[in-house]
């Protein structure tokens, strides 16, 4: 297990750095809490000095009664837990991928990548396809054609869709040459087993129906275009929990507005499927309707453009948006408890009472917590005098700007507001390279 401190250095940066990792004999939350406050003690950090910690929504880690941030909990009260963003965030995704549509076409885009990537030859033939009949389609693939799918790690997930889906093509025309050979590819003609024929027949079916080519453009899309900056930035070492909410939130914003214009929005997903494929020749149909199904979609509809609105575009956006709302409550309420500091918040704040109860909590960390009041307004008064495009907008740009002699008791609560943990990401990014 890996172990991560968040700070703040004595030039009022944010800092997320590994310090160590601990091996465990055992999984249980007493071993790893155990293990975590042992390893504190022989860096010489003390709990009383701890005020966030963040892991993944594993009960292990995250249980109310006995899980690891619990107990921790019980030692020092003021070591806030918050649920990784990160993982909630692909929580939220993988809760609308279900979808069987979508489901399938996810698992059917691992296979076809590892088909292709554990076998160099397979591999050698998909980059001489590309640098035959690129320019051809002008498909912007880069050197490497496909990236490995992760589980996990979905900005790798994006950015393998986004390849697949430039790929399409000649992932089509690969298969055809490894079943029936091709003039300009004379030297992958031959060599091939029965049962990489058998493999390419299949892997081409799959990739000639239409309804695998839509729902991996509905991916593609609305999670490229619409989240990834999301997923992206939440992984980040100096974001702090008020800036990440509000990826989120713009995150939800823009999805819901997908929602409310669902028309436009499936037609432009319709049209760029249909033109994905053309270039590969594949016709655009349905499913087979029948009057009993239960185990695939089953709509009746006017028009190919209707039936995949209304089996793989709304099924999809609909638990995305809900799951995302849900999931994220929780860290807009620990947002919410000291983001009035932030100049965005108290120019618009009456006063000081939004903050009240995150003053009341951390007041024995304060050095003169009777004089906040009048610090409140000092500070409220400091940013009315400034505009508003000229003041600071993250809470690493505040505190930078923050003296700590004028504010002392402020300057205190925006450090503690920047220890509170945004996502795990860091100590699985150390985990990763290594």
């Known amino acids: 297990m890996a172990i991560c401190l968040r700070y703040v250095?004595?030039?009022?940066?944010?800092?997320?750095?590994?310090?160590?990792?601990?091996?465990?004999?055992?999984?249980?939350?007493?071993?790893?809490?155990?293990?975590?406050?042992?390893?504190?003690?022989?860096?010489?950090?003390?709990?009383?000095?701890?005020?966030g910690q963040g892991?993944?929504?594993a009960s292990t880690m995250s249980g109310e009664k006995?899980?690891?941030?619990?107990?921790?909990?019980?030692?020092?009260?003021?070591?806030?837990?918050?649920?990784?963003?990160?993982?909630?965030?692909?929580?939220?995704?993988?809760?609308?991928?279900?979808?069987?549509?979508?489901?399938?076409?996810?698992?059917?885009?691992?296979?076809?990548?590892?088909?292709i990537k554990n076998s160099p030859k397979r591999d050698a033939l998909l980059k001489a396809v590309v640098n035959i009949t690129g320019n051809k389609h002008n498909s912007g693939t880069s050197r490497t054609p496909l990236l490995?799918?992760?589980?996990?790690?979905?900005?790798?997930?994006?950015?393998?869709?986004?390849?697949?889906?430039?790929?399409?093509?000649?992932?089509?025309?690969?298969?055809?040459?490894?079943?029936?050979?091709?003039?300009?590819?004379?030297?992958?003609?031959?060599?091939?087993?029965?049962e990489d024929k058998k493999n390419a027949l299949a892997y081409l079916k799959i990739l000639e129906f239409f309804q695998f080519i839509f729902s991996l453009v509905t991916l593609q899309r609305?999670?490229?275009?619409?989240?990834?900056?999301?997923?992206?930035?939440?992984?980040?070492?100096?974001q702090d929990i008020v800036t990440g909410i509000a990826l989120v939130q713009d995150c939800i914003k823009e999805l819901k507005y997908l929602?409310?214009?669902?028309?436009?929005?499936?037609?432009?997903?319709?049209?760029?499927?249909?033109?994905?494929?053309?270039?590969?020749?594949?016709?655009?149909?349905?499913?087979?309707?029948?009057?009993?199904?239960?185990?695939?979609?089953?709509?009746?509809?006017?028009s190919p453009e209707e039936y995949y609105k209304t089996t793989i575009t709304i099924p999809f956006l609909d638990p995305l948006i809900s799951d995302l709302s849900c999931r994220f409550d929780r860290h807009a309420k620990q947002a919410a408890s000291l983001q009035g500091l932030l100049p965005t918040f108290i120019t618009k704040s009456s006063s000081p009472s939004d903050i009240k109860d995150a003053i009341e909590f951390y007041s024995e960390d304060l050095p003169n917590a009777g004089i906040v009041d009048e610090e409140l307004y000092r500070w409220k008064h400091k940013w009315l005098l400034i505009p508003s495009p000229n003041r600071p907008h993250t809470l690493h740009e505040v505190l930078q700007q923050c003296s700590e002699h004028g504010f002392l008791n402020l300057f205190t609560l925006l450090k503690l507001f920047a220890t509170i943990p945004l996502s795990s990401c860091s100590c699985e990014s150390d985990l990763h390279q290594l």
């Not at 800092?15 to 465990?24: A, G, M, R």
């Not at 963003?85 to 076809?112: E, M, W, Y």
């Open 222 to 238: 609305t999670l490229l275009v619409y989240m990834k900056e999301a997923v992206v930035k939440l992984q980040g070492k100096k």
């Open 55 to 57: 892991y993944d929504g």
């Open 66 to 115: 006995s899980g690891v941030q619990k107990r921790i909990r019980e030692k020092q009260l003021k070591a806030i837990y918050t649920h990784c963003a990160g993982h909630s965030f692909n929580l939220a995704i993988l809760s609308s991928c279900t979808l069987p549509p979508i489901r399938n076409c996810i698992d059917q885009v691992k296979s076809i990548t590892l088909w």
């Open 148 to 194: 490995n799918v992760c589980i996990t790690r979905w900005v790798e997930n994006i950015e393998g869709w986004e390849r697949f889906t430039l790929c399409h093509p000649f992932l089509v025309k690969m298969c055809e040459v490894i079943l029936y050979g091709d003039t300009q590819l004379q030297l992958y003609n031959d060599g091939w087993s029965a």
């Open 259 to 302: 929602r409310s214009d669902i028309q436009n929005y499936s037609e432009r997903i319709f049209q760029h499927s249909c033109r994905l494929a053309a270039r590969s020749d594949v016709s655009v149909t349905v499913p087979r309707i029948c009057q009993r199904q239960q185990h695939r979609m089953n709509q009746q509809s006017d």
């Open 9 to 51: 250095d004595a030039n009022n940066d944010i800092c997320e750095d590994f310090v160590t990792f601990i091996k465990l004999e055992r999984v249980r939350a007493i071993y790893i809490y155990e293990a975590i406050t042992g390893c504190l003690e022989e860096l010489g950090l003390s709990l009383n000095n701890l005020r």
